[in-house]
């Protein structure tokens, strides 16, 4: 957090929206999202909350009945020219994106079996990215694709290069999802929910490793994920999404330990405590996610908040700063809000969370 | 999470033994996916089934609903046996029976059909004549249960989010009210709100309908908070089983004991820095055709050699 950060990736006011057969569905509703070098970013929130839309803006991915109504995201990175360029990645060609996928910006997808092919070996996969890029050849090409697979922790890499996706694990294809996306030593890494399929110690290696390729090429990564313990182990910063929007956004240790956003309070809450009997249900938030097909008046999460106020029905709030890292959208900062306090059930937990370390026992 | 009502008597739901599944692969090689394999779940408990990325969880939720045709051994289901070649009578017993919520959403649903249809799939091959007023309402009910909304209803696959769509194949796997669902990381893509919603579904579900569940996962928080019973597995066998209880309070495996230490914790100045146990059986002499299962405490069972064991029971 010195003055030296540089800034890589600056969307702002991103609004995106689907033609359905009962009309527009506004998924992305004006995101801001920062990403600096070297530094990783967890998106987090609802499902259907906008998040994977949101990753898919930056590799120029778009579905036939999306609607861009606005947004610009400036990309900043050192062309083989040498020279530091910045485009907007929001109107580039189809080509020129191409260019900056293969060389620049890579994104693990969701559900890794569509984005292998059905039809080719893993090895043809791995092979093809790496050729885009690189110069390698027979055995050496075949030598680096071993290596990617051992990297992510595969084991007997020769067999399984000769495989087809259909004969590996739901998380060995998510593995190799991953080493295709390195494999072309990208600027900027998009994780859109890269560990679901996988145990918590591959997880945790899989982790280990982006970790480590970051302090070591100084990559950046947008990382979007559900899971709050990994969040915890791999973000600098979190950006919390509900209906479309970013509704609180801090360091990681802001979003954990300080949260103000009533839905972040929810969300936390949320976690399976771990001494949780199982007579007891899980906590959860009221309600469903709004109807993106309806125009939405107030703070979006309004219906679903025991906290809120009238306004909340009416105005949308405006961004407060907790501090010069942390904001949040909610009207209870306002300064002539009444006096609300998280939940004295996650104010206690937090507290104890802090103490014991976040022991998870 | 098994009903408080139900008093576990009489046999149990689903009878494994023996279990084997091989493949063949490029090479010539075969993979032992699934090495004798044995367990019981009963009529309306949650079985949990854990264990590393490619240790046979899945293969073995397939082969129970039976996917794949197994290898060898014996499956039992509610007094049919299901091991081998189908009457027409048990097939339909066992897709009415027994459902299914698979791992990868998007590949497991027709993408071009709309989800009101794949929901209904069942509700179609059981009661085809059933009124369409009828059809439509039963699916908007499972629809609300699981959190989506009804002007989804006509939507394709595509068109959903992933945690919606993993949502949907719930929907399609509950809607028959089956004795046994075989979830396979089935709440896995969903976030933490939504998780703990279908989770509680789930729940009602089971005390409703007495359902049982064999609920596949890695996320050891969840599978504690949800099961009855878990079996670890690892490169294809049940390393440890037991009570959930038992399993978190004197974990004795050492596989076990470093899935629970990779369980992460909430403290981002913890996590950091934090690094599980490492388990590694090769390094560490562990080789599971030497080992026959011990009792550690009542249900609790593990696979060790005689020396193996005296040395993990500290
Ligand atoms: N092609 C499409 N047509 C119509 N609606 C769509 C389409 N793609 C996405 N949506 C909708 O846009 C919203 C945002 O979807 P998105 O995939 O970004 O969610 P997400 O935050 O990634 O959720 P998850 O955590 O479940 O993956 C959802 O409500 C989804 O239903
Ligand atoms: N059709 C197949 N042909 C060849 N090998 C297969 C086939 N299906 C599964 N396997 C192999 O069997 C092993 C077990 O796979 P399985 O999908 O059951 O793992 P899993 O425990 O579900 O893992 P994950 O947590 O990654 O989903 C893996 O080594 C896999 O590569
Ligand atoms: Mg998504
Ligand atoms: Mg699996």
Redesign the interface.
């Known amino acids: 957090m010195t003055s030296e950060r540089k800034r890589i990736l600056k969307i702002r006011d991103l609004r995106v929206s ?1 033609k ?3 009309g527009l569905v506004h998924a992305v509703r004006g995101v801001d999202l920062d990403v600096y070098r070297g530094e990783t970013v967890a998106i ?5 909350s906008g ?2 839309v949101t990753a898919k803006q930056v590799m120029g991915i778009r ?1 036939r ?1 999306e609607v861009v109504e606005s947004g610009t995201a400036e990309f900043t990175y050192v062309g083989s020219d040498g020279a530091e360029h910045t485009v907007d990645l929001m109107s580039l060609s189809d080509k020129e994106m191409v260019g900056l996928k293969g060389n620049h910006i890579a994104m693990v997808f ?5 984005s292998l092919d059905p039809t080719m ?1 893993i090895e043809r996969q791995l092979a093809e990215g790496i050729r885009e890029h690189t110069d390698l050849t027979g055995s050496d090409l075949h030598a680096r694709c071993v290596e990617l697979l051992e990297l992510v922790g595969i084991t007997e890499p ?2 399984r290069l ?2 087809y996706p259909h ?6 294809r998510q ?1 190799v999802v991953i080493a295709i996306a390195l494999s072309c030593d990208p600027d900027l890494l998009i994780c859109d ?1 890269p560990t ?9 290696r899989i982790l ?1 490793l982006i970790i480590e390729l970051q302090r070591k090429l100084g990559i950046s990564v947008i990382f979007i994920t ?8 791999v ?1 600098d910063y979190v950006n919390v999404m509900y209906a479309g929007k970013i509704v609180e956004a801090g360091t ?2 802001d979003v ?1 330990f300080d949260p103000r956003h009533p839905y972040t309070w ?2 936390l809450s ?3 405590s ?1 001494s ?1 009997s ?2 007891e ?5 009221k309600g ?1 996610p709004p ?1 993106l ?1 309806n125009e939405i008046v107030g703070d979006a999460f309004a219906p679903r908040n025991p906290f809120a106020l009238e306004i909340d029905f009416v105005k949308e709030p405006p961004r407060f700063e907790v501090n010069d890292h942390h904001w949040a959208a909610t009207w209870l900062l306002d300064p002539r809000a009444p006096k609300v306090e998280m939940p004295a059930q996650l104010r206690s937990r937090i507290a104890q ?2 103490q014991d ?5 | 999470m098994g009903a408080a009502g139900v008093v576990e008597q009489g046999g149990p739901l689903l009878s494994v033994r023996n279990l084997r599944q091989y493949f063949k692969i490029p090479g010539g090689n075969v993979v032992k996916a699934v090495d004798d394999v044995s367990f019981d779940i009963m009529p309306g408990e949650t079985f949990g089934l854990v264990g590393e990325s490619g240790s046979g969880k899945s293969t073995t939720g397939r082969a129970v609903i039976r996917l794949d045709d197994i290898t060898s051994g014996s499956i039992v289901f509610d007094g049919d046996d299901i091991s081998g070649k189908l009457s027409k009578e048990v097939a339909q017993r066992l897709r009415t029976n027994m459902s299914m919520v698979f791992q990868d959403p998007m590949a497991s649903l027709n993408p071009y059909r709309k989800v009101i249809d794949t929901i209904a799939t069942g509700l179609d091959a059981h009661r085809p004549h059933m009124d369409r007023r009828e059809r439509e309402e039963l699916v908007y009910q499972m629809m609300d249960r699981v959190g989506l909304s009804r002007s989804q209803a006509n939507r394709y696959p595509s068109q959903f989010s992933g945690g919606q769509r993993q949502r949907v194949g719930l929907a399609r796997a509950l809607i028959m009210n089956p004795k046994l669902v075989i979830a396979d990381e089935a709440i896995s893509a969903l976030d933490v709100s939504i998780q703990a919603q279908v989770v509680n579904l789930m729940r009602d579900i089971q005390q409703e309908t007495g359902a049982a569940y064999l609920f596949i996962a890695h996320d050891l928080s969840m599978v504690r908070y949800i099961s009855d019973h878990i079996a670890v597995m690892h490169l294809g066998h049940i390393v440890e089983s037991g009570r959930t209880d038992e399993i978190f309070s004197h974990p004795v495996h050492p596989y076990t004991r470093s899935l629970i230490s990779a369980i992460p914790r909430f403290n981002p100045q913890v996590e950091r820095d934090r690094h599980p146990l490492v388990y590694d059986a090769k390094a560490q002499g562990i080789r599971y055709d030497e080992g026959s299962y011990h009792i550690v405490s009542g249900t609790h069972s593990v696979l060790a050699t005689d020396q193996q064991l005296e040395a993990w029971v500290d």
């Open positions: 689907f359905t057969a009962n987090v929130g609802e499902s259907g998040k994977s579905t009945n969701q559900d890794p079996l569509t070996t020769e067999a000769k495989s004969q590996l694990s739901g998380g060995m593995r929910e679901t399929a996988l145990d918590v110690t591959i997880q945790a280990d559900h899971n709050l313990g990994v969040v915890a182990k973000a990681t240790e954990f929810g969300l949320s976690m399976p771990v949780a199982r007579e249900r899980l906590f959860t938030i469903n109807n097909l969370m802090r370390g976040g022991e998870a026992r």
